[in-house]
């Protein structure tokens, strides 16, 4: 891959913010967002090929203990943040373990992930101290050592930064050995197995550090929003959003999940706001499900490989 | 507690059973033929539920003389979903057929929530609030026609299965397509009519629960859930669930036991068959 191109963009998108107004800039700060959930999923549903459904549960994990954390004991959520995608990262060992020790695949894992997601909201929805079905609501102080910004560039400037972090880590994890057994699983996983790799152990990784990255993004939310919910942080619906962008984009590959972004998160905001406007609250989702048909049937590896091959046939061109 | 109240609960419980086995029935139908899991199950049910609102709404269609209808809109629906969608990727990984009924999923639930609203409905019948007394238990009318008729759509598809030629050759191609396109059955189309009756049931249990359970579009992935609940443990721990537990600790509960099941008897889901 030519790394200048990409370099240029980010770049492009470091530089830009001056010029868009406030609503552009919540919209890439999104596009940045949802990039990284989707790298984080990616890990392990794209290159580990375990299907998650419940990355929501690490999200909320990872909001949740963050702000309490922050309301209760005072912690800033700088240092709250990584106990909260610590909490995460075992949920994702606990899960991790009992899917692949008990040797669940395809249906029966996402089948556990979506169960172990909305336990998780059942319990928050019904526990008073975290605020129970009403939530929790973070008051803004503007103060940046509590991670609240006056200025919504500071956001964005921090998606972009966590976007292109974990782009690199799914990266440099493509080029590593963890990675090479993990695409190995994924294809075929007794083949592997006989070739000596532990795949139980690979997995299990790829589970913990998923879940440890999204249990980041999940703080990050919690003190963009400032407030929480059980049904928005742990429900189906941020699950399928998390999901949907590197399958769209390509999953499996580094730039799958942020590609997706870019097509979706402007494309989900639009007919969100445009739906909501008729009177059509369910609308977006119509869409998202009609993609997800639409990609499936004809376009399965997503379109980073679509794009690679365009931009592959343009350099020959020239 | 009064022992009363008791055996009232396990009765209205029971009752329910006869519900839960057609969802479970058409779950399995569809797994056992093509080895697709249904994730739209529940969202299916959502539509038989206000397929029987509609019918009851604009053609004062009492849900007890409609639900064949609404069956016969199913089983229309599974056919199309299979026959275009399904059978197009039978022989792709299963994550993308996973990902493919998630997708209809989200399109016939919030698809639901665009044309009939979040609002919780109910449909009126003329048994709706008649009761009969069995000593000191009292028998709602309505459940006990539910269960009858449900219990009766159960026996008639398996008289279908093991007693017509469709339904043998539907059995012959879960056994063995290959086998089975080789003597000559178009197996695609088979599979379109198994997809089609396993929708039609749910699509009928819908219907036939509308008169007594409040329902909204959102309903359907917990109905969904129930279905893989009742279908991997057999019912057993869905009824005294519905009968005894506070809602929001019956999910709890349900989401919990689904967990455990999957971890110790994964061997038991769906006939013992491990995809």
Wanted: positive net charge.
């Amino acid at each position: 891959m030519r790394l200048w191109p990409l370099a240029l963009a980010l770049a492009a998108l470091a530089a830009l913010p001056p010029f868009i107004g406030s609503y552009a800039v919540t919209l890439f700060t999104l596009i940045f967002f949802y990039a990284y959930l989707g790298q984080a999923w990616n890990i392990l549903g794209g290159y580990a090929g375990q299907l998650s459904a419940g990355h929501a549960a690490f999200v909320g994990i990872g909001a949740y203990v963050t702000a309490v954390l922050s309301l209760r004991v005072g912690l800033t959520p700088w240092i709250g943040m990584f106990v909260g995608a610590a909490a995460a990262a075992l949920l994702g060992a606990i899960i991790g373990y009992l899917g692949f020790r008990f040797g669940l695949r395809g249906f029966y894992f996402v089948l556990l992930t979506v169960a172990f997601a909305e336990v998780c909201r059942i319990i928050a929805l019904n526990t008073e101290a975290v605020g129970g079905a009403v939530g929790l609501y973070i008051t803004f102080t503007g103060n940046p050592a509590q991670f609240q910004f006056q200025n919504p560039r500071a956001y964005y400037y921090i998606a972009l930064v966590l976007m292109t972090g974990a782009t690199v880590v799914v990266w440099r994890l493509e080029q590593s050995r963890l990675g090479a057994y993990l695409v190995a699983i994924r294809e075929d996983e007794q083949a592997a197995e006989a070739l000596g790799i532990d795949a139980f152990r690979c997995k299990l990784l790829a589970s913990v550090l998923s879940a440890f990255l999204t249990g980041i993004g999940g703080a990050f939310y919690a003190f963009y929003q400032f407030s929480l919910q059980p049904s928005t942080l742990f429900g189906i619906p941020l699950s399928v959003e998390i999901i949907i962008r590197p399958i769209v984009g390509g999953a499996g590959t580094p730039l799958g999940p942020v590609l997706g972004s870019f097509i979706l998160s402007p494309l989900a905001e639009l007919s969100r706001s445009y739906f909501a406007a008729t009177g059509w609250s369910g609308g977006h989702l119509i869409v998202y499900g009609s993609l997800l048909i639409a990609v499936v049937l004809f376009l399965p590896q997503g379109a980073a490989p679509f794009v690679a091959r365009l931009a592959r046939s343009w350099r020959m061109a020239r | 507690m009064d022992l009363v109240l008791i055996a009232q609960g396990l009765l209205n419980g029971l009752l329910f059973g006869g519900v839960y086995s057609l969802m479970a029935v058409g779950l399995t139908l569809i797994f056992g033929v093509m080895r697709v899991v249904n994730f739209a199950h529940g969202d299916m049910m959502v539509w038989g539920m206000y397929l029987a609102f509609l019918l009851a709404t604009r053609l004062g269609l009492d849900p007890y003389a409609g639900f064949p209808l609404c069956a016969a809109a199913l089983f229309a629906l599974g056919f199309v979903v299979q026959r275009r969608l399904v059978n197009r990727i039978i022989d792709a990984p299963h994550e993308m057929q996973i990902l493919l009924m998630l997708g209809i999923a989200l399109v016939l639930e919030n698809g639901a929530l665009v044309v009939f609203g979040p609002d919780p409905r109910r449909v009126k019948s003329f048994l709706a609030l008649s009761t009969v007394w069995l000593g000191p238990l009292f028998v709602d009318v309505a459940r006990l026609v539910t269960f009858l008729l449900a219990g009766a759509l159960t026996g008639l598809l398996y008289l279908f299965l093991f007693r017509t030629d469709l339904g043998r050759s539907m059995r012959a191609a879960a056994d063995n397509p290959y086998g089975a396109a080789v003597i000559g059955t178009d197996v695609r189309r088979v599979y379109a009519v198994a997809f089609g009756i396993g929708a039609a049931c749910v699509g009928a249990a819908g219907a036939l629960v509308a008169p007594f359970y409040p329902f909204q579009p959102s309903v359907g992935l917990g109905a969904s859930v129930t279905s893989f609940n009742i279908v991997i443990i057999g019912g057993m721990g869905s009824l005294p669930g519905a009968v005894f537990l506070s809602p929001s600790l019956k999910e709890l509960v349900s989401f919990s036991l689904l967990i455990l099941i999957l971890l110790f008897r994964p061997a038991g889901l769906f006939g013992g068959k491990v995809a």
